[in-house]
């Protein structure tokens, strides 16, 4: 989300006024763009005086730093990132021991043909028996780690139960006795795609009557493993997972295609985010209230609301701006599970109250921002540049909050999360702000 200008169009005037109007607008424009070149070259350049005498101080103007201990007025951690039908990738990972993690998927195909047309035409025929019955998975290379021999499975997880979005309830349905299928792959073996072959009967079933196909996806292996199981990404992305069967068992019928599709619950939106979703059946990290959280699974991102002083913020050139953060380690993670952490400024105004619709209105396109790649387990102060966000905010629309979201990169898709102390703790912990500016100066034109 961009923010708004603040200003609303109008209709056009009689006669030349639209014309006039746009080109004050272009003029101002302009002036606008000339005005942040000089303070840019200012900013370049900054002993001032012989160097630029018609933009610059006329005398040389030291640039001071200031460490602002309270800026950060308030923090917090907000978990349930990202949404259901966001994210390009579910998570499908098993891992033992302080590193515990079991993350699975599941897979909607709410809307299965019950009639198919035959090769030589006529009318349609109900759906009795099926054949070559298949689940098609597609990955992200990227994320496919495992050393040991791996092995897929997928169980029937559709239940009358109103909660069928409950972790507890769906975790349960994951039993010996309702596994439809398995596939096991070595190391090295397994490319962007597989096939994962599923019970003609149980395909018929549901295709000729009113029932859903609803399928739960685990992994299994006797060392750590990790793939990125591409998602319907809420019915926008066209490589999740696909059902196809032929409609007899006659090689000269095509297959039939099927998408995946949610039936409840009955708001569309929210049912279009469940066509595919993360399912997290366990995992070894517990919530810290006294830290502030990026990643994980599921996973977090971290709210920081600024109070910087005005003669500060609007008054002065401002040079540097560093975010100052104390990291603390993140016990129970990966150490080779590194998370890029990036900051994206909030655009909610001061009128949006509840900290979870604020973080939720970023410009992740907005500013240039620094990111900064952290190992989970490490610790120390680490610096994160916003002098393009905190430049930016003297254009913003009056009344904007000046705050900044962190989360990671491969937010849901990755267990690996970060941790720093936060305003809570004590003071030469707690985050803080560090500014470079030039104060003020009378340029000394006549």
């Not at 746009?22 to 005086?49: K, Y």
């Not at 590194?338 to 105004?349: C, E, N």
Request: glycine share 8%.
């Amino acid at each position: 989300m961009t923010p708004q200008s603040g200003f609303s169009p109008h209709p056009a005037a009689p006669g030349r006024r639209a014309p006039r109007r746009a080109a004050r607008a272009r003029l101002t424009l302009l002036g606008a763009v000339a005005t942040l070149a000089a303070a840019a070259a200012c900013t370049e350049q900054l002993e001032g005086g012989a160097t630029c005498p018609a933009l610059c101080p006329t005398e040389n103007t030291p640039v001071r730093d200031t460490v602002l201990e309270a800026a950060v007025a308030f923090d917090t951690t907000l978990a349930g990132y990202p949404g259901n039908g966001v994210s390009r990738a579910l998570l499908l990972a098993v891992r033992g021991g302080a590193d515990s993690l079991d993350a699975r998927a599941v897979v909607r195909f709410d809307a299965l043909p019950a009639r198919y047309f035959p090769p030589t035409g006529g009318d349609s025929l109900p759906i009795t028996r099926v054949d070559s019955s298949y689940l098609r998975l597609r990955f992200d290379t990227a994320g496919t780690r495992f050393t040991r021999p791996l092995t897929i499975e997928a169980y029937d997880v559709d239940t009358a139960a109103a909660a069928d979005t409950v972790n507890a309830a769906l975790v349960a349905l994951f039993r010996p006795e309702r596994r439809l299928a398995a596939v096991t792959v070595q190391p090295g073996q397994l490319g962007d795609s597989l096939r994962l072959p599923l019970p003609n009967a149980v395909v018929a079933e549901r295709a000729g009557g009113t029932r859903r196909l609803r399928v739960g996806l685990r992994v299994r292996s006797d060392a750590a493993a990790s793939l990125r199981l591409l998602s319907a990404q809420g019915g926008v992305g066209d490589l999740g997972a696909r059902l196809s069967f032929d409609p007899a068992s006659d090689t000269l019928y095509r297959p039939l295609v099927v998408l995946p599709r949610s039936s409840t619950p009955s708001e569309p939106a929210i049912a279009a985010g469940l066509q595919d979703f993360q399912l997290v059946a366990f995992t070894a990290r517990a919530a810290d209230g006294g830290a502030l959280v990026v990643g994980g699974l599921p996973a977090r991102r971290t709210f920081l609301r600024f109070v910087v002083p005005a003669a500060l913020a609007d008054s002065t050139t401002i040079v540097r701006a560093v975010l100052e953060l104390v990291q603390r380690p993140a016990r129970g993670v990966d150490a080779r599970d590194s998370v890029l952490v990036r900051p994206a400024p909030v655009v909610a105004t001061e009128r949006v109250t509840d900290v979870r619709r604020a973080a939720d209105l970023v410009a992740t396109g907005l500013l240039a921002l620094d990111s900064l790649r952290l190992a989970p387990g490490d610790s120390g102060r680490r610096t994160l540049s916003l002098v393009s966000l905190v430049r930016a905010w003297r254009a913003f629309p009056v009344g904007t909050q000046r705050a900044v979201v962190l989360r990671a990169a491969l937010e849901g898709v990755q267990g690996g999360e970060v941790r720093f102390f936060s305003v809570e703790a004590p003071p030469g912990l707690r985050p803080r702000l560090r500014l470079s500016y030039i104060p003020a100066s009378n340029f000394g034109l006549p």
